[in-house]
């Protein structure tokens, strides 16, 4: 549970960021090499590679090193994470509707007791 | 779009902390006073406060003052900007897969010309 939350807190981290959000979006059209995933951003390389780190540390991406070209993959793990959490909130909201509708159709059920 | 990128950065940076999902997710059943929402953490109420701000801050929660008590309510307006972020991220993904399945299917077609 508390390595969860942890993974949570790095998988968020890395999408508050359009930089990130952006790589993310271009690597779902497929692998990229980094000077690919770079040349769209008015960045110097070393600032560029720490988005990359923190997207490889927090598991969105992949990076793998053939000669001297780095490629990086999407992972759709985080992806489902996130739905995850999403649809545990959803859970707890409905629940709540769930429990407000039981209020107000039950004193009905009372006014009519046959 | 630039507007909507820096909302997105603030609404991903606010779910980047335990502390924060665990208010979303207490507010999920239903409003809450702050001195309620605090009692759970081993937290000083100043930075607890920090979280409340940026929760309100970043669109996740309203507040509302009546006499002493300030009352917090969920605002569920961010999970759909999270979810349709979401979607847009596996459209991309389904159209590369739609993009490969022709790749995969259309050599056969041109394999049988009548």
Request: charged share 30%.
């Amino acid at each position: 549970m508390e390595q969860y939350s942890e993974r949570l807190d790095d998988i968020f981290q890395a999408l508050a960021d359009p930089t990130r959000r952006a790589v993310l979006r271009r690597l779902g059209r497929g692998p990229a090499s980094i000077s690919e995933l770079a040349a769209p951003f008015d960045m110097a390389l070393p600032s560029f590679m720490k988005h990359i780190h923190l997207l490889e540390e927090s598991g969105w991406i992949q990076t793998r090193k053939e000669g001297r070209v780095r490629t990086c993959a999407l992972e759709k793990k985080p992806f489902a994470t996130v739905e995850t959490w999403l649809s545990e909130q959803r859970a707890l909201w409905e629940g709540r509707i769930d429990r407000l509708e039981q209020f107000v159709t039950s004193p009905q059920r009372k006014e009519k007791p046959r």
